[in-house]
């Protein structure tokens, strides 16, 4: 009686959670796009109409779950210190990743391979935009993120100056409320998104492009597995979390990105879980949308082995002082690498273009298989974010204790 009792309920468990029907429309849609990549192609809209709809949850939440955090702590120097703090761990953990990269591709040498197999694709949009310096007054532009941070963080200050404070947080937590409760209905959607958005992929680049490049490809998912269980791992260990638990814990998340390779169709419900898990509102408004411009911990990681993979590839040797330029400059530009599509490749030109001794032809060669690898950076992303929250929450006291 209990064995088909617990039966039932693992059944039950199975056939109700969100997890398994993302994971079955991931497998549906590389199925589809291998086997008949014509028809996948054409699903392209469901994946894309899919993050569309979650991108219209971002600027809502980031700006309530700020201005509900800012008014509701009471301490600006707090807030402040809990923005400051984010940087600096943003900027440490981003060029710890550029490093790892870095040396993990001097060691592997991914890009000794023959050129001759590899499938060359049209890289000049990338490459034309090279030589001009980043703008960060463009970035902040064209990053709608930053922007409803910004007003937010203004926002938040005025209400707490507010002799109507009680009443504007207690109507703004209505509004919240209400929000995420749409929210979780279009989270419904999420096997829809991840398959039209996988089937697109597969179909479009086709499985037979990772064969040439399969060594790069592994190396950049064989360095974004240690960064993640072993650096993420061990920052975590310090402040009483585990990795396995946290990943866990937002396993339907990193499917999400894994099938529709958007960081940003995961936001906003990573934001409501990491408030479950016990970090303040104040926190989460805080850290997540500012690490999503500037704590991309993936992207650090490809774009440091993009450029060493590149100079193998021409065999083109590269002195100590061309190394620590190569990490200097993307110290910078890879905090740009965020908001725009394509600005990850251009972010890489510029380097290259800055250091003159790599080709900056040889983006063609990566066009073809970065698709495949920008779930990796994705996840990687969009993990660091959700371990830079617990770190600083739970630093700044502002951590309930929770089952993570």
Request: glycine share 8%; hydrophobic share 50%; aromatic share 10%.
């Amino acid at each position: 009686m209990n064995t088909i009792t617990q039966k039932k309920t693992w059944y039950h468990t199975v056939l109700t959670n969100l997890t398994f029907y993302v994971l079955i429309a991931i497998i549906a849609g590389v199925l589809l796009g291998h086997y008949a990549p014509s028809t996948a192609i054409k699903t392209e809209w469901i994946g894309k109409t899919f993050v569309d709809i979650i991108k219209l949850f971002i600027a809502p939440i980031i700006f309530l779950t700020i201005v509900l955090g800012i008014s509701s702590i009471g301490n600006l120097k707090k807030v402040g210190r809990i923005g400051i703090k984010s940087l600096i761990y943003f900027e440490v953990v981003t060029t710890l990743a550029l490093g790892i990269g870095i040396v993990v591709a001097l060691l592997v040498q991914p890009g000794n391979i023959d050129r001759t197999g590899l499938d060359l694709q049209d890289a000049s949009k990338f490459t034309k935009q090279a030589g001009s310096s980043f703008n960060w007054i463009e970035f902040f532009k064209a990053n709608l993120t930053l922007q409803v941070l910004l007003v937010a963080i203004i926002v938040g200050i005025l209400f707490n100056y507010s002799r109507h404070r009680l009443k504007l947080i207690h109507l703004f937590g209505r509004i919240s409320h209400y929000v995420f409760v749409a929210l979780k209905y279009v989270m419904y959607l999420a096997p829809l998104g991840a398959f039209g958005g996988m089937a697109y992929t597969v179909g479009k680049f086709g499985l037979q492009t990772l064969v040439p490049l399969a060594k790069l490809m592994a190396c950049v998912y064989l360095t974004m597995f240690v960064f993640i269980f072993f650096v993420l791992g061990s920052i975590m260990r310090y402040y009483g979390f585990r990795i396995g638990a946290f990943l866990k814990s937002i396993k339907e998340e990193l499917l999400i990105v894994l099938g529709t390779s958007s960081s940003e169709a995961a936001l906003p419900s990573i934001m409501r879980k990491l408030e479950k898990m016990g970090c303040s509102k104040s926190v989460v408004g805080l850290v997540i949308p500012t690490g999503y411009s500037f704590n991309l911990d993936g992207t650090s990681i490809y774009l440091s082995m993009a450029a060493i993979f590149l100079a193998q590839l021409y065999n083109i040797h590269l002195s100590a002082g061309e190394l620590l330029t190569i990490l200097l400059i993307l110290m910078l530009t890879s905090k740009g690498a965020a908001g725009v599509t394509g600005s990850g490749f251009i972010v890489l030109a510029s380097t290259l273009a800055a250091i003159k001794t790599i080709p900056l032809e040889g983006l063609a060669f990566l066009l073809g298989v970065d698709k495949f690898m920008s779930e990796a950076r994705a996840i990687t992303n969009i993990i660091g974010n959700g371990v830079a929250t617990l770190v600083i929450a739970k630093s700044e006291k502002e951590y309930v204790e929770a089952e993570v």
